[in-house]
């Protein structure tokens, strides 16, 4: 089957870096994308991984490691706005088709 | 502004009532998704729809009715509910082409309570 695994919630200081984990188990993997959700919003992606190695988007970065099953999202000089919570999905085969499953998202809370 | 309107933004409805929430988007796509959002709980796939056809049912139970009159607009009719059920529902679209795993752009949802 497949599952998604990532921290609960992080603390972080404003103009920090924080790097934000996932692990993952799926068969046929097609992908892993991050998204940011701000409370009482719609996600919103923010980049995807389907090679190994670094995707930097501005001050957003994703990692993946396909062999160990792992990526992580890296926010550098934290902004206040970048409380939210951060979902990692991956797109793995089940049964004939592809499947986007979510993890349970990771609420980031940045303090002054 | 999203391409994906959802409406209503909140919904009140008791066990025996039947309401509809409405999703349409504006991007083009050609598939389109329900997810189920409770709290403290991932996002949870309901139904997909492809090119209009639906392709995904994930065990949902049937007093959840979908319906995709077309690419663009997508219906999610409800009758005889549970407290349980109270959640936020989000509507989804992509453009799926084959294999390519392409991103998906979410509506704010519709936060239901059944009361």
């Known amino acids: 089957g497949q599952n998604i695994d990532q921290p609960t919630e992080m603390t972080a200081t404003e103009g920090a870096i924080v790097q934000i984990n996932c692990t993952y188990q799926?068969?046929?993997?097609?992908?892993l994308f991050w998204y940011q959700q701000h409370a009482g919003e719609a996600p919103t992606f923010l980049s995807y991984n389907v090679l190994d190695g670094l995707e930097e988007k501005g001050r957003f970065s994703s990692f993946l490691s396909r062999s160990k099953g792992y990526s992580y999202l890296l926010l550098k000089e934290l902004q206040m706005k970048d409380s939210a919570s951060y979902l990692c999905?991956?797109?793995?085969?089940?049964?004939?088709?592809?499947?986007?499953?979510f993890g349970s998202g990771t609420r980031l809370l940045v303090r002054p | 502004e999203t391409g994906v309107t959802q409406t209503p933004r909140h919904l009140v409805m008791g066990m025996t009532n039947k309401k509809s929430l409405k999703c349409e988007q504006h991007l083009g796509h050609n598939a389109m998704y329900w997810y189920k959002q409770s709290a403290k709980k991932p996002l949870e796939l309901m139904f997909v729809?492809?090119?209009?056809?639906?392709?995904e049912n994930n065990s949902v139970p049937s007093r959840f009715s979908p319906e995709c009159p077309n690419s663009s607009h997508l219906f999610l009719h409800l009758h005889t509910l549970q407290p349980e059920d109270s959640a936020l529902y989000l509507c989804a679209s992509s453009q799926e082409v084959s294999q390519v795993p392409s991103p998906l752009h979410f509506g704010n949802g519709t936060r239901l309570t059944v009361t």
């Open positions: 729809y492809n090119f209009k056809e639906q392709t």
């Open positions: 999905a991956v797109r793995g085969r089940m049964d004939s088709s592809y499947k986007l499953i």
């Open positions: 799926t068969s046929g993997f097609n992908g």
